[in-house]
């Protein structure tokens, strides 16, 4: 049993190797045997596999059946890598007086609930092998844990204006766009309506945005079937066809799922770089994830450093085997 500080890196990796699984130790584990202790807080082998189990239906497999014993170490490396951490936050939340008001936990768990119907969440939790009442503590605590980080981390972060033009500069490549059309839309719901519509522009020579403000099914109908600029990526397949339209002319009619299509094409812009007004919102999003990744980081670091961390590692080489 040794007493040991803890690093960013795996919390093995200087003391534990692949022969944990080639060790003498036959016995199993048991569920409720501690394999850690962290700040005075017991961690079980029943906890340990807990965690390895829902890291485990993230990544979709089938099993332990399927890994190999260096895959199973490092899954339950990690697993208590996370288990760890959890513990640390939820002390640092303990210690700096963070809680949430009833009215932000209600409203957060609406909103993780909201696509759910009936009991399908329910069910969803039994596919994950988790009860309501662990998924709810888990879900609080990560709250409790999110909203310690916003202000700790999160809101002492910041990009200026010259740090995005820099990151602009040196990675123009990876700011292209393809080729853009504007395009006029009518959707209507029948085939005899489009061919109605179609007669009226070609025959009677009918104003295009006129009839898509009478006729179209679409929301962008009242402003005259106005779709405004698109990249063909941003659109169903079944619309790539439009791209090959020049300015000024009208498609034939495209039948979808959803009803009957008109488009008329107005502009075009030709594929090309983005320019920096195009790109500051991505780059900026980008560099405060990796600040705030930083930042957090070196907190985390700072918070383990000063933690009280104890491995037992006879229990943990038991675990899997």
């Known amino acids: 049993m040794i007493i040991f500080r803890l690093h960013w890196t795996l919390i093995f990796a200087a003391t534990l190797s692949i022969s944990c699984f080639q060790s003498n130790l036959v016995e199993k584990a048991k569920g409720d045997t501690v394999v850690a202790v962290i700040n005075g807080n017991d961690v079980t082998v029943k906890d340990l596999k807990s965690e390895v189990n829902v890291s485990m239906r993230q990544f979709r497999s089938n099993g332990l059946s399927d890994h190999t014993p260096e895959e199973k170490l490092l899954l339950k490396t990690n697993g208590l890598n996370q288990i760890i951490q ?75 204006d010259d740090r995005l033009q820099q990151y602009y500069g040196a990675h123009q490549s990876e700011f292209q766009k393809g080729e853009q059309v504007r395009s006029l839309h009518i959707m209507v719901g029948s085939e005899s309506e489009v061919r109605n519509i179609f007669k009226q522009l070609q025959f009677d020579k009918k104003d295009f945005s006129v009839l898509a403000q009478i006729h179209s ?61 195009e790109s500051n919102k991505t780059i900026y999003s980008k560099l405060l994830r990796d600040e705030q990744s930083r930042v957090f980081k070196k907190w985390i670091f700072k918070l383990r450093d000063k933690s009280s961390i104890e491995i037992k590692h006879d229990v943990f080489a038991k675990i899997y085997k």
Request: glycine share 10%; proline share 4%.
């Open 217 to 277: 099914l679409g929301p962008e109908g009242p402003t005259g079937g106005d779709l405004g600029y698109f990249e063909a990526s941003q659109m169903p397949e079944e619309f790539d066809g439009v791209f090959g339209l020049n300015v000024g002319q009208i498609s034939d009619t495209i039948k979808t799922p959803y009803g009957y299509h008109l488009f008329k094409v107005i502009d075009k812009k030709p594929a090309g770089p983005m320019t920096y007004g």
């Open 86 to 160: 959890d513990i640390i936050l939820s002390t640092e939340v303990t210690s700096s007086g963070i809680f949430l008001t009833r009215n932000e936990y209600k409203d957060a768990l609406k909103e993780a609930q909201k696509e759910y119907q009936g009991d399908s969440f329910a069910k969803y939790l039994e596919m994950k092998g988790i009860s309501l009442e662990t998924w709810e503590k888990k879900f609080k605590n990560n709250m409790l844990i999110k909203k310690l980080t916003s202000e700790v981390v999160n809101s002492k972060v910041s990009v200026n």
